[in-house]
C-alpha cells in the first residue's frame, strides 16, 4: 500500500471540502483599485510615487501566472500576510484577516505563500479557503529568511504593512489579533 504524504492529502481533503470548484469571492481580487475605479488602470498604479528610500521592490505570481509588482502600489498602504500553506496559524488568520480587508478597502491586502514550492501549491489553497484578497508567492523564493526585501522575516505567519510611499512601518508575527491588526494601520499614517 502506497503512504500519501500527510500535506498532499491535506490539500486533497480541502479541494475536494469545496467540491474541487473554482469559489469566487463577492469581492474582486483587482489590486489598487476602488470600487469606483473604472478607468481600468487598476487604481493606484497609474499614480503611484517615485521610489523614495527603503521602498519595497517587489514582484509576485498569482496562481494564475499574472503578477502583482508591490512597487507599483505604492499611493496606497499595503498589507503584506506572509504565511504557508499547511500552517494551521496561518489559516486561523485568515478570518481576522477577511474582517479586516472588509473594513479597509483602502489598503490593498495580499497574501503570499513563503514556503518551498508555493507555486504548486497556492491554486489549490485559494480554490479550497477561497479568500477575499488575492494570494501570491515570490518566484524568487527569497521569502522569509534574515536579508529579505522587506528585512527580516524571523516567523510565519507574518504581517508586514507598508505605508504609501511603500516603506516597510510595522510587522508582527504569529496569531495577530484583530485590535492589533487595526493598530497596525496607525503606522501607515
Request: glycine share 10%; charged share 20%.
Amino acid at each position: 500500500m502506497r503512504c500519501i504524504p500527510p500535506l498532499l492529502a491535506s490539500l486533497a481533503l480541502l479541494v475536494s471540502a469545496c467540491g474541487g470548484a473554482p469559489q469566487t469571492s463577492e469581492r474582486g481580487t483587482r489590486i489598487g483599485m476602488s470600487g469606483d475605479d473604472t478607468s481600468g488602470s487598476g487604481g493606484a498604479a497609474a499614480s503611484a510615487p517615485p521610489a523614495v528610500a527603503g521602498s519595497v521592490e517587489l514582484a509576485l505570481r498569482l496562481p494564475d501566472g499574472a503578477f502583482i509588482d508591490v512597487g507599483e502600489l505604492r499611493g496606497r498602504p499595503v498589507m503584506l500576510f506572509l504565511f504557508a500553506t499547511f500552517d494551521a496559524v496561518s489559516q486561523m488568520m485568515l478570518r481576522p484577516l477577511e474582517a479586516f480587508h472588509a473594513a479597509h478597502p483602502e489598503v490593498d491586502l495580499i497574501g503570499v505563500a513563503t514556503q518551498p514550492d508555493a507555486r504548486l501549491l497556492i491554486d489549490a489553497y485559494v480554490h479550497a479557503l477561497s479568500p477575499s484578497f488575492p494570494v501570491a508567492y515570490d518566484p524568487e523564493e527569497s521569502l522569509p529568511g534574515d536579508d529579505t526585501v522587506l528585512g527580516p522575516i524571523e516567523a510565519i505567519p507574518a504581517l508586514v504593512l507598508l505605508d504609501a510611499r511603500g516603506v516597510v512601518v510595522a510587522r508582527r508575527y504569529g496569531f495577530v489579533e484583530p485590535p492589533d491588526i487595526e493598530a497596525m494601520l496607525g503606522a501607515a499614517h
